[in-house]
């Protein structure tokens, strides 16, 4: 049981002991228990991190100890104009609207202000807010001075009478009022007699609306917080997506299918992963992790990030190759023209076919190795050596004449070096420039001061490009020496890598064969096999192609027959 579970279980037991004290038993015992309870419940609202739970936890227990039938929580407007409904509860009419139960409340916000600027002091909880006091009526429907029009159009629907009010603002350590308690209908335990507000009841009400309102108001400004963390994130990510449009999807996906996995794995009822878990900090922090694994590529050039083709620097330089081509046809076609006219001149007629010939032979040749090197200069999974054999045979075979009139050869070096790439489109260094990026991720996030609950986040983020093997980088870590939500991340990175159909150099991969190409990489050592098999078995990758996928991109998986998988017996 954590801490959060024992203070609601504490403050459980202390509203209980509330509900069980007697009007007709001692008042000190009675006030003891109530002030236990309001002792309690501050606890347990100071560790509850969700906003409406939060909300929903106060009222319920305002109610409690005031002993009301009915409550309303009301929080000012950012505009500081009007109050909006945000939870209601009446329990004998079995009502509950707002907080863990979905149900919206339908009532519109009560205006603080008139048309003409004027205060709604003619409502109660407007009245509690403009005149900063607690209000406290004994009978609605015999007061004066407020409009209870519409408490009495609910009463007359539902049969219900709403007869005591006790209405307190809520006001923050700022001394800023940032809602309104509103209870209805003060009952002592054991009867269904509506009875006046006691001024106990009206000071221990105020006692939690001053705690409740700090704890609101500081949670609120935690998640400010966290909503301005997670926008400069995405302020980076988007920096990045300004430089390249296809790392800026990597980086929105990749941390939606790190998540997905990550819950699959947690759900996991048996195997190697049945012991991991993750509770919401746990889960915030592996998602900041996965919005900021590639937040080094901030500092990559933008001619490597987006190498679309294997010549591609500032612009694809196979145009200059066509120009060389065409350079090299005209030379061979003057010479030979040359050659054809000097047959003429000395009446030899079989020596012109000869020559008409061997200028298309050549042509054609030509012709057959432009195309060549426009075609692997587009790259992909993996280039023969006959081929690239043949690429520096062009480079060879053919000569080029610049403007100061000297022959060179077809290709410099660096070109050779691009269009012999086995796989992709990137020379080992450009792929050890995109590789820095990971440096540069752990760099830039081990320098940041995280609080304790994301200190896990460079281990996170900086672990994605290492394998199981110790082969990966930037540390050569073994799978026994990451975390799981590493590994997770691993997986993640890869899989969106491979489907991803915004990249320049590729188009994405159908489900089986992404599935395929993982489940080798997880045979050999490069993943996690078991989040891997978790990942099929669960479907995590069938989940994130609907949301994610081309439709002609999901095909029809047969995981009978994906590699680390099948024989592992999972299926």
């Known amino acids: 049981m ?7 279980t504490d403050a459980a037991e202390a509203g209980a002991a509330v509900e069980r004290s007697s009007a007709a038993g001692p008042s000190a015992d009675d006030l003891l228990a109530r002030f236990d309870y309001l002792n309690e419940v501050g606890a347990a609202l100071s560790r509850e991190k969700d906003i409406d739970r ?17 409550g309303t929580l009301y929080r000012v407007s950012d505009d500081r104009r009007s109050l909006r409904f945000e939870i209601l509860r009446t329990d004998s009419l079995g009502i509950a609207m707002g907080g863990s139960t979905g149900v919206a409340v339908p009532f519109p916000p009560i205006p603080l202000y008139g048309e003409g600027g004027e205060p709604n002091t003619h409502n109660v909880a407007a009245c509690a807010v403009l005149q900063d006091r607690t209000v406290a009526i004994d009978d609605a429907y015999t007061a004066s001075g407020f409009d209870f029009s519409g408490t009495r159009k609910f009463d007359k629907t539902t049969g219900y009478r709403s007869q005591s009010f006790l209405t307190v603002p809520m006001k923050n350590h700022e ?19 509506v009875r006046a507000f006691t001024d106990t009841d009206r000071r221990l009400a105020e006692s939690l609306a001053s705690q409740a309102a700090v704890v609101l108001t500081n949670r609120l400004l935690i998640s400010h917080l966290e909503n ?72 990559t050039p933008v001619h490597v990030v987006d190498k679309a083709t294997k010549l591609e620097t500032i612009f694809d330089r196979i145009h200059l190759i066509d120009t060389r081509f065409e350079v090299v046809r005209r030379t061979i076609e003057v010479d030979l023209l040359r050659e054809r006219l000097d047959a003429m001149r000395r009446g030899e007629r079989a020596n012109q076919v000869e020559l008409e010939a061997e200028l298309r032979r050549r042509e054609r040749e030509l012709a057959d190795d432009r195309d060549f090197l426009r075609k692997v200069n587009v790259g992909g999974e993996f280039m023969t050596p006959e081929d690239q054999a043949r690429v520096r045979s062009i480079a060879q075979r053919w000569q080029w004449r610049d403007g100061d009139g000297f022959d060179k050869p077809l290709l410099t070096a660096d070109e050779i070096n691009n269009l012999t790439i086995a796989r992709g489109t990137l020379t080992a260094e450009e792929r050890s420039v995109i590789n820095h990026h990971i440096e540069v991720t752990i760099q830039m996030l081990e320098a940041l001061p995280w609080p304790k609950h994301l200190k896990n986040v460079p281990e996170f983020a900086g672990g994605h490009h290492e394998r199981m093997d110790g082969k990966g980088y930037p540390r050569g870590l073994r799978g026994d020496q990451m975390s799981v939500q590493a590994r997770v991340m691993a997986i993640a990175d890869v899989f969106e890598a491979l489907t991803a159909k915004d990249r320049p150099y590729k188009p994405g991969k159908r489900l089986t064969e992404a599935l395929t190409i993982l489940g080798r990489m997880a045979q050999s050592g490069h ?45």
């Open 2 to 8: 954590d801490e959060t579970d024992r203070a609601d």
């Open 54 to 70: 939060l909300l929903e936890s106060i009222l319920i227990a305002a109610k409690r100890i005031a002993r009301a039938d009915g």
């Open 175 to 193: 001394d800023e009022i940032i809602g309104v308690l509103q209870l209805i209908n003060a009952r002592d335990p054991g009867s269904t007699r």
């Open 228 to 299: 301005l963390f997670e926008s400069f994130i995405n302020l980076i990510n988007s920096a990045i997506d300004d430089k390249s449009p296809y790392t800026g999807g990597h980086c929105e996906r990749v941390p939606v299918l790190t998540m997905m996995l990550a819950d699959a794995a947690c759900a996991a009822t048996d195997g190697p992963l049945a012991a991991f878990s993750m509770n919401e900090q746990q889960r915030y922090e592996l998602k900041i992790a996965g919005l900021l694994h590639d937040c080094g590529k901030v500092t």
């Open 527 to 571: 993943v996690d096999p078991d989040l891997f098999r978790v990942f099929v078995r669960e479907k995590v990758y069938l989940r994130y192609a609907e949301a994610f996928l081309d439709a002609e991109q999901i095909d029809a998986v047969d995981e009978s027959q994906i590699p680390g998988y099948a024989e592992a017996g999972a299926a």
